[in-house]
């Protein structure tokens, strides 16, 4: 579930990480994926933009996703909308040709646009013309339309700036407190990222509910589930890997995967850089 992006030279361009992904080697093999840097005015809000495109594949080709705790604002032919925090896993099937422009919020990154808590998206699907009126589906018109990437972003960062976000010190507190319990594998309680924060379990929990979207436990749950995905993905054991990232056992790491990878780990192996 996690690779590195191969070297690509043009300015913007973000090196990274693609966990989440479900078999990102064959992912990579069926289409062309770039993640590009916001600018600075929308850094504190936007994590990056994603591109994927596609051109003449023989058959659909599904790419199944295991969700972050972020919103996504997505915009092709078949859709335009912004997607709370997904609690289980996603798909999409391509077809022919195409072209996919998503948007990834910073973690609180899109409660400005939203003006409430970002908890009444989570788990749901939004039409942007249908939360943003005229000027939402304008936007999206216009994206379709530009067939060159830089330009059809301008468009969109154009759009989020003149929705006039203000920054939030919250917003950022708690997107720092989720670098913290993506990066730091030793992080598998609410109470330990509770004491980093120097806010209590209840407090933390209303702010996370409030700004991503669900709860820290799901976060931190996530997070060491998409650890154990590339760990696993690259062939090393599951029972050393369940002790380390705070399951109870080998089983409850094993029933978490299959409930939201689709597969039990062993399995999940097999499609691993080895084979």
Known sequence: MAAMMPDRPAAGLVKTRLRGWVDPYA?????????HAPSPALAPYVDHFWVVTWTDLAE???????????????ITHDFHRIAGVIRGGFSYTMRGSGRVLGIR???????????G????????????????GAAGSSMVE???????????????????LGLRPERDPLAEEVAALVVVAENDVTVTRVDQLAARSGRSVRSLQRLFRDYVGIGPKWVIRRFRLHEAAERVYQGLDLATLAAELGYTDQAHLTRDFTAVVGMPPAAY???????
Request: aromatic residues 12%.
């Open 27 to 35: 992912g990579l093999a069926a289409f062309d994926f770039a993640r």
């Open 60 to 74: 659909p080709y599904e790419q199944r996703i295991v969700s972050h705790p972020t919103v996504n604002m997505t």
């Open 105 to 115: 919020f910073a973690p609180g990154g899109f409660r400005p646009f939203l003006g």
């Open 117 to 132: 808590p970002v908890h009444r998206l989570t788990g749901r699907f939004h039409e942007i013309g249908e939360m943003y």
């Open 142 to 160: 216009r994206v379709l339309a530009e067939p060159r990437i830089p330009a059809a972003i301008a468009i969109v960062e154009t759009f989020l």
């Open 269 to 275: 192996a097999r499609l691993g850089p080895a084979r």
